[in-house]
T-cell receptor, first 113, second 111 residues
């Protein structure tokens, strides 16, 4: 079955450490997205990429970095510059075409040790 | 710019009650509208969608009608079940492939 796989499901970060969250999709979708979700709040866009080797900042990009070397993969690095990284991170992708819905992975919960 | 406003939760209902979760939007053009559902510890799943005015999206007993005159896309279900307890997000599609999400409404169904 096609879908989006996020790993790991739970991740712990020490102070001053960078961590990378994985997102892989086998849906052949061009565009991919990273969102942050805090308890009781909606989704905030961190970064998105519409084609390979290109990506744009979303609303809260500071302290995060991404790469898009392959169509299937869009990893997110939470750097030590992100002072409040504890959150639920969601990856999504969207097929080509006007006004298509996004498909989501099951998320990664990041906590600080 | 485009935006989505949905009713704040939590919403608590008894099993078999009628559900309405309000959603209104602001947009230029004719965007598609979506309802997503998120169960605890999981990602979002598309529940239903409508792509043009007067379209009715439906799935699993849930319905929503794209009302251009009132810029609304309210979610309804005639008889809710305990298993419907989740967070529901109203969303709007935009031309640049970004989706604008509402803040979500948490629904609790009591047995």
């Amino acid at each position: 079955d096609g879908g989006i796989t996020q790993s790991p499901k739970y991740l712990f970060r020490k102070e001053g450490q960078n961590v990378t969250l994985s997102c892989e999709q086998n849906l052949n979708h061009d565009a991919m997205y990273w969102y942050r979700q805090d308890p009781g709040q909606g989704l905030r866009l961190i970064y998105y990429s519409q084609i390979v080797n290109d990506f744009q900042k979303g609303d809260i990009a500071e302290g995060y970095s991404v790469s898009r070397e392959k169509k299937e993969s869009f990893p997110l690095t939470v750097t030590s510059a992100q002072k409040n990284p504890t959150a639920f991170y969601l990856c999504a992708s969207i097929p080509t075409g006007l006004n298509q819905p996004q498909h989501f992975g099951d998320g990664t919960r990041l906590s600080i040790l | 710019g485009n935006s989505v406003t949905q009713m704040e939760g939590p919403v608590t209902l008894s099993e078999e009650a009628f559900l309405t979760i309000n959603c209104t939007y602001t947009a230029t053009g004719y965007p598609s509208l979506f309802w997503y559902v998120q169960y605890p510890g999981e990602g979002l799943q598309l529940l239903l969608k409508a792509t043009k005015a007067d379209d009715k999206g439906s799935n699993k007993g849930f319905e929503a009608t794209y009302r251009k005159e009132t810029t609304s896309f309210h979610l309804e279900k005639g008889s809710v079940q305990v298993s419907d307890s989740a967070v529901y997000f109203c969303a709007l599609g935009s031309r640049d492939d970004k989706i604008i999400f509402g803040k979500g409404t948490r629904l609790h169904i009591l047995p």
